[in-house]
């Protein structure tokens, strides 16, 4: 089995900072594209950050500058430092990982989602 964990939401004032965090764990080959999302109430889900197992990154034109994504391959970790936030950012965030395991002896990659965590910025 293979869980993925975020943790590191909450209430936030405009102008503050969050960091998330993303742990997957169990019995996993390897993990490749790793990112965050997301969605805000009457919205579709959409890509915040990804980073590649390299440390390639790609962000959203709307948070380039003020979102840091970073990760531990050696931990299957992916963290991401949020600055100078603002309500519009208020959404759940979900972390996403490209996670091949072995299927029927096949090493298989499978797309793992958390469960998700709230993110309010608001005075």
């Known amino acids: 089995q293979v869980r993925v964990v975020e943790s590191g939401g909450g209430l936030v004032q405009p102008g503050g900072s969050l960091r998330l965090s993303c742990a997957a764990s169990g019995s996993i080959v390897k993990i490749n594209a790793m990112g965050w999302y997301r969605q805000a109430p009457g919205k579709e889900r959409e890509l915040v950050a990804a980073?590649?197992?390299?440390?390639?990154?790609n962000y959203a034109d709307s948070v380039k500058g003020r979102f840091t994504i970073s990760r531990d391959n050696a931990k299957n970790t992916v963290d991401l430092q949020m600055n100078s936030l603002k309500p519009e950012d208020t959404a759940v965030y979900y972390c996403?990982?490209?996670?091949?395991?072995?299927?029927?002896?096949?090493?298989?990659?499978?797309?793992?989602w958390g469960q998700g965590t709230q993110v309010t910025v608001s005075s």
């Open positions: 980073i590649t197992s390299g440390g390639t990154t």
């Open positions: 996403n990982a490209g996670i091949v395991r072995y299927s029927f002896y096949r090493p298989t990659e499978y797309d793992y």
